[in-house]
Structures are given as structure tokens and as C-alpha cells.
């Protein structure tokens, strides 16, 4: 039977459902007509919907259509009501653009408007007409738009590698996220060459320049490719986001999808790597999970596991976190609320002698639970200089306050016994003992307990259980009765320790899911990047107790746009680790592997446009902050890069 835990939605993608389906309720939707290139008809397909649509019975009307004289094309038009375009004079010359207030105030059902990336003719109120419909999906106006794969924004540097020719007119990848549907109008790549020969792309003479230059039978595969997986990409993310949305246990096999399993282990880096390679193999996403038990770190395992995780986000990886006691539990809840099809994890380490004490092997347990999923076990490198050999002892914790704690505990409540031991008997002594140390664990941790349960024991054999003053026990009862009440002792105490573990863990996803949703809330009301960034530089402050700072590269230089009020005055040495943090795309300064002299921790914030700025942390207390609050900070990272480069390309801002 599945594990009931294993069933419950995720928080955090459980809020950001909640989020896109309260945005989506408000707002137009748009559906964009992708395609490799011109020539492909994404025009024709999309004038093909719009009469479809219009036969439903649905309010279609055209904002802006480029035919290129093309029959087949303008003959649906017909029947089709048509703006008349704005004529816009600019040096001398009239330029026809789409009449965007004329739009809004017949504000019809769908509106068709062709070429997203088009550059608006200067004077107009947006310098892109994204931005026009932009603002046509914030009036509730659906949205029926052409676009080539070239023109998305994280697309242009490939292209330009893949061409030679330099892209300029460029759409934001947040807009193309926007869409509530892509449709491919795919064409192979002879087909369309065809097509340019028959003068159905372009007049001869520009046909014939174009086959020479960018219409190369390379140039077109490649772009074909880059269109079909971004499309393959979108499904799939809807897929995962249905599955969610509809708490569908999978996995789906619908593609491919890896997730590594990540721990304090040197071993995991090369475990990270080798993931890396398959998905890059396999054209795969993948993501990298830590399950966190309620047994704490030493600070050397904490900063392992930091570097870690930080290495799998640098190498692509969507970071996950979760709090499960069963660690193959964890593992196996999160790939399927990912629809994972592949696990790796890493081969134990451990003899066959230390083996034969765990319950069961994780690996076995992993395959015999995970299902449909595929699991690979893989060997990691050996590390003479870092990997240290484990000791038969464990390492203490919980602290020696704690340990004293659980002894002066024991101790005290066999004191205020004994003089009562001829009224109350002995075996009333080993049940209020037995009663303490159940009340243990709501103070200390488990080896405390282990210690109070020896402790208890031996006082009640020594004080208590006749003859009194030794360690001789006449009575066979009486030892049966002993090691039950050890026995029982030692159980409840780690069993309230591992119950008290599991509601620690859940008030902690609870207080991270709803930071993270007023966070992402406040974010939501803002009308300007200076906006975001300003509520966010408060919201971070207050949170996490801490002086933020934000800078952004204008001017050819990293500027401090917003700080808190503690981080006023940085001196060159800061300034120049956050531009190494912008320039590297990696986060420097304190509790980090580059310039950790710093003051503070810089973090850069990545997108498709590349580094929009820099989040500069310092904590109060000075001191290393606990994974959970990395992990959020993370989030809170992802969350202001989304908007901020929304908030950009709304504003018509390409600084970065």
C-alpha cells in the first residue's frame, strides 16, 4: 500500500500552483504559433485557429497580420473584423503599427497579432510589441500570437553561433512562459527550401540571398531542433504541473526525467557529475533531492552538503529539499511528485559486517518501493584526502548540557523516591522512571536518552530491587522486569524523539511555504522593477533578520540601487566581490567557497537576459545561517528574478 505521506502535494509547488491559477483568473491567455523560421506558416496556422474559433462563435478580431502577399494566407482574412493599424511618421517616413488603445477599447474575445518580437516604431507608448500584449492580457484580452524560435531570448547567443548572424529583436523567455499554450508549426527543412524557391517566403531575388546565407539545410536542422525541444520542454513542465495540480502519483514515462540523490558525502559530487553527463546523454532534465532527518549534521557534514547542492544548481539541476525520517520514503514521494524515471544514488560505502546491523539495505528498499521507477547504483570515486574513516562511536550532537540535562533528570526523581520506596515498592520506582524518560525527548535528543535509559537502570538495580546497595539480582522476575522496563524505556524515548522530529519538520515546510507565499504576494502587487526590488530587499531584511542590499549594472558599472538600513556604506573590497558574483554567475563573499573574507553574501541573480543583479546578505549575528534558510533564500532568489525580468520587459528596460 502506498505510504500515505508519499500522497501529499508538495508545498511549495502546491503555492506556486495556487499563484499561476489566480494570475491566470484575471488575465487574458495567450497562445503562441511557434516555428523554427519564417516561412514555416505560423501565420496561416494561426489565421487557420482564428476562424475555427470564429466558428465557435467566439469574438476574433485581427490586431495586426503580416500576409507577405502570400494567397493562400490572405484568403483567410475573410470574414474576419480588422483594426485599422496606427500610421506613425517617423523621419519622413509613415510607418503602419498596430492601434493598441483602439484594441482595448473594442476589446474583443481574441485578438490575432502577428510577429511578437517586432520593434515599435519610436514615439509609440512600448518599444516592443510584447509589451502591447502585455498589457493586452492585463485588459482580460485573449491572445493569438506568432513567434521564431530565435527571437526567445536565452535562444539568441546559440543561434548567433549556429548563423553567424547577430539576433536583435528579442522576446524575454518570462513572456514565452506566460503562454497558456504553444502550438509547433513545424516544416522540415527541405519543404521549406522548397518553399523559397516557389517565392512563398520570400521575392526571388531576396529568396536567393537568404538560401546562401541563413536558409542553409544546417542552419534550419539546427533551428528545427532548438524548436521542437522547447516545445518538448514546455509539455513536459505542463505534464509535471497537471500531475501536481491533480495529486497524480506517477511516474508518467511520458520522457525522460532523472533525480540524484544528494547527502553530506564527499562521494555525492562525483555522484552529481555523472548525473549531469547521463541527462546531457539523454537530453533529460533532472533534479537533485536531500532528504533531511531529524539526526543533526556536524558543521564539516553541513558545509559539504552546502557545497553540494550548491554544485548541482551551478550544473543545471533543479534543487529540492524535503524532511522525511525514511530516507527512501523521501526519495521515492519526491520522484514521484516530479514524475521522475530514473533515481541514481550512490553505492554504500560500508562493509558487509556494519550492513548486517542496518534493518535493511536502503538500496533494496529503494527498488523494492519505488515501483515503475528506474533505479541506477552507481560507484563513487574515492577520496583518501576527505573522506575520513568512520568510527565505531558516533558523534556527539545533542551537547553536554543536554546529557546532564537527562542524568540530573533520572537522578532527581530516584532522590524523591527513595525514602518512599517501603509505601510506594520498588516496581512503582521503575515506572516513574520509565515515565521520565518518555518525557525526555520533548528536551533533548536521542543519545541523552540512551544515556538516561542506562542511568535509570542502574539506579533502580542499585537503590531499588532487593537486595539493595548492589548489582545483585536474587529475583528472576525481577531481571525479566529490568531489561523490559530498559527495553521499553529506550523504545518510547525514541519513538517521542522521532515523533517530535517529524512535527519540527512540518512546522518547518509549513513556516517556508508561507514565507514563500508572502513573499511571492508582495511581489505579485508590485508595478515597477524599483518596486520588487525595493519589497523585496524589506521582505528578505525582515525575514531572515538581516542588512540586504541590491545592486544592478547601468552605466557600465554595478550600482547599489535599494538597501537596508545597515548596509549603507560598502567599501571597494565588497563592491568588487558583488561584481565577481555578477560577472561569474556564482554567489561569493561569506559562507562561500569564493572570497569568503567578505562581510557579506552575494548572490547573483541569473535568468535568460543573464545577470539582472546582485542580493547582497549580511547577517546580523554574524553567524552561518542553517540549511532550511539557504534553501529559502534560494527560493526567494528564483521568485525575484521572475518577476524583476518581468517587471524589465514590461518597463521596456534592457539594462541588466
Known amino acids: 500500500m502506498q505510504d500515505f505521506e508519499s500522497t501529499q502535494p508538495d508545498p511549495d509547488e502546491l503555492l506556486a500552483s495556487i499563484k499561476k491559477d489566480e494570475a491566470q483568473a484575471v488575465r487574458g491567455k495567450l497562445k503562441i504559433f511557434l516555428g523554427m523560421c519564417a516561412g514555416v506558416g505560423k501565420t496561416y496556422s494561426m489565421l487557420k485557429s482564428a476562424q475555427q474559433a470564429k466558428l465557435e462563435g467566439k469574438d476574433v478580431v485581427i490586431g495586426y497580420v503580416e500576409t507577405h502577399k502570400r494567397q493562400e494566407t490572405e484568403e483567410l482574412l475573410q470574414g474576419l473584423e480588422i483594426i485599422p493599424r496606427n500610421d506613425v511618421e517617423y523621419k519622413g517616413i509613415t510607418i503602419q503599427e498596430m492601434d493598441l488603445d483602439a484594441i482595448l477599447s473594442r476589446k474583443p474575445e481574441i485578438i490575432l497579432v502577428d510577429e511578437l518580437a517586432h520593434t515599435n516604431a519610436p514615439g509609440l507608448r512600448h518599444t516592443k510589441r510584447y509589451q502591447d500584449v ?15 524560435v530565435q527571437h526567445i531570448d536565452s535562444r539568441t547567443d546559440t543561434v548567433t553561433e549556429i548563423t553567424g548572424i547577430r539576433i536583435h529583436e528579442t522576446v524575454p523567455d518570462s513572456v514565452v512562459d506566460l503562454a497558456d499554450e504553444i502550438e509547433l508549426v513545424d516544416l522540415s527543412p527541405e519543404d521549406l527550401l522548397k518553399r523559397l524557391a516557389e517565392g512563398k517566403v520570400y521575392v526571388p531575388d531576396k529568396a536567393r540571398q537568404a538560401a546562401k546565407n541563413f536558409f542553409r539545410i544546417g542552419n534550419l536542422t539546427a533551428l528545427r531542433e532548438m524548436a521542437l525541444r522547447l516545445t518538448a520542454e514546455r509539455v513536459d513542465r505542463q505534464l ?11 511516474p508518467w514515462k511520458s520522457g525522460e526525467r532523472l533525480l540524484v540523490a544528494i547527502g553530506p558525502s564527499p562521494y555525492s559530487a562525483n555522484l552529481i557529475r555523472w548525473t549531469r553527463r547521463l541527462a546531457s546523454t539523454m537530453s533529460a532534465s533532472w533534479i537533485g533531492v536531500y532528504v533531511q532527518t531529524s539526526g543533526l549534521l556536524s558543521e564539516a557534514a553541513n558545509e559539504q552538503l552546502t ?3 550548491d554544485l548541482a544548481r551551478e550544473l543545471g539541476a533543479e534543487v529540492v529539499r524535503t524532511s522525511d525520517e525514511n530516507i527512501v520514503q523521501g526519495l521515492v514521494r519526491i520522484a514521484r511528485q516530479k514524475n ?7 553505492k554504500p560505502i560500508r562493509k558487509p559486517f556494519s550492513a548486517f546491523f542496518k534493518r535493511k539495505d536502503y538500496v533494496n528498499r529503494l527498488i523494492s518501493e519505488s515501483g515503475d521507477i528506474d533505479i541506477y547504483v552507481v560507484r563513487g570515486e574515492k577520496y583518501k584526502d576527505s573522506v575520513k574513516e568512520k568510527k ?10 543536554q546529557y546532564l540535562f537527562a542524568v540530573l533528570a533520572i537522578a532527581i526523581v530516584a532522590a524523591i523516591c527513595f525514602p518512599f520506596t517501603h509505601y510506594i515498592g520498588y516496581q512503582t520506582v521503575g515506572l516513574l522512571l520509565l515515565f521520565t524518560i518518555t518525557l525526555l525527548p520533548l528536551f533533548v535528543g536521542r543519545g541523552p536518552i540512551l544515556v538516561a535509559a542506562i542511568v535509570s537502570s542502574v539506579l533502580w538495580n542499585y537503590f531499588f530491587i532487593p537486595p539493595i546497595f548492589t548489582f545483585h539480582i536474587s529475583s528472576l522476575h525481577d531481571i525479566i522486569t529490568l531489561l523490559v522496563n530498559f527495553s521499553v524505556a529506550l523504545v518510547m524515548g525514541f519513538l517521542t524523539a522521532k515523533i517530535r522530529a517529524q512535527q519540527k519538520a512540518v512546522k518547518l515546510r509549513e513556516e517556508t511555504a508561507v514565507a514563500l507565499y508572502n513573499f511571492t504576494d508582495s511581489l505579485s502587487k508590485s508595478d515597477s522593477k524599483f518596486d520588487v526590488i525595493e519589497n523585496s530587499v524589506n521582505h528578505i531584511s525582515d525575514y531572515f533578520n538581516a542588512m540586504v542590499s541590491f545592486f544592478m549594472f547601468e552605466n557600465e558599472a554595478l550600482n547599489l540601487i535599494k538597501n537596508s538600513d545597515g548596509f549603507r556604506e560598502l567599501n571597494d573590497k565588497e563592491l568588487q566581490v558583488a561584481e565577481w558574483a555578477m560577472k561569474n554567475g556564482k554567489k561569493s563573499g561569506k559562507f562561500s567557497d569564493n572570497i569568503p573574507s567578505a562581510s557579506g553574501t552575494y548572490y547573483p541573480l541569473q535568468s535568460s537576459r543573464g545577470s539582472l543583479g546582485v542580493l547582497g546578505i549580511q547577517y546580523r549575528n554574524n553567524k552561518k545561517p542553517p540549511l532550511e534558510n539557504e534553501v529559502l533564500i534560494n527560493n526567494f532568489i528564483k521568485q525575484l528574478t521572475s518577476y524583476l525580468e518581468r517587471a524589465i520587459a514590461e518597463s521596456g528596460d534592457g539594462s541588466k
Open 392 to 401: 565505531f562511536l558516533p558523534e556527539i550532537h545533542s551537547g553536554i548540557k
Open 307 to 309: 557545497k553540494n547542492l
Open 340 to 346: 521522475v524515471s530514473q533515481i541514481i544514488i550512490g
Open 240 to 250: 509535471r504541473e497537471y500531475m501536481q495540480k491533480k495529486n497524480i502519483i506517477g
Open 134 to 148: 502585455l498589457e493586452l492580457l492585463d485588459g482580460g484580452i485573449n491572445v493569438y500570437t506568432t513567434l521564431n
